[in-house]
């Protein structure tokens, strides 16, 4: 399973960093990728890395804000948020994808057929 954690209430401004630790299964095969649903709104894939973590992914909107890492042998992924903003609220998850490709390639696409779901860890950012 995958479970989140370091989400919370933060100020415009300030800094999160999230964590995604796998149990049950070696998440270095995996590529994962930070999916975040903000009320009202469609699931939006935000940021993938590879099983190797040579490859990353990040979608423009949150490029220079956004840095995904991982450690595989902490067998855990990260979401470092800075410059938070208000619109950054939501519900975060972390998704595993297991596919042939995914020790050396990631896809930040919501709709792909992950493996491993999270389920979720809410980001609320308000002043």
């Known amino acids: 399973q995958l479970v989140e954690s370091g989400g919370g209430l933060a100020q415009p401004g300030g800094s999160l960093r999230l964590s995604c630790a796998a149990s049950?299964?070696?998440?270095?095969?995996?590529?994962v990728t930070w999916i975040r649903q903000a009320p009202g709104k469609e699931r939006e894939g935000v940021a993938c890395i590879s099983g190797s973590g040579a490859k990353t992914g990040i979608i423009d909107l949150v490029k220079g804000r956004f840095t995904i890492s991982r450690d595989n042998t902490e067998n855990t992924v990260y979401l470092q948020i800075n410059n938070l903003e208000l619109g950054d609220t939501g519900l975060y998850h972390c998704?595993?994808?297991?596919?042939?490709?995914?020790?050396?390639?990631?896809?930040?696409?919501?709709?792909?057929?992950?493996?491993?779901w999270g389920q979720g860890v809410q980001v609320t950012v308000s002043s």
């Open positions: 049950g299964f070696n998440l270095g095969y995996y590529a």
């Open positions: 998704a595993a994808d297991g596919s042939t490709t995914a020790k050396e390639f990631c896809v930040t696409s919501a709709q792909y057929p992950f493996h491993y």
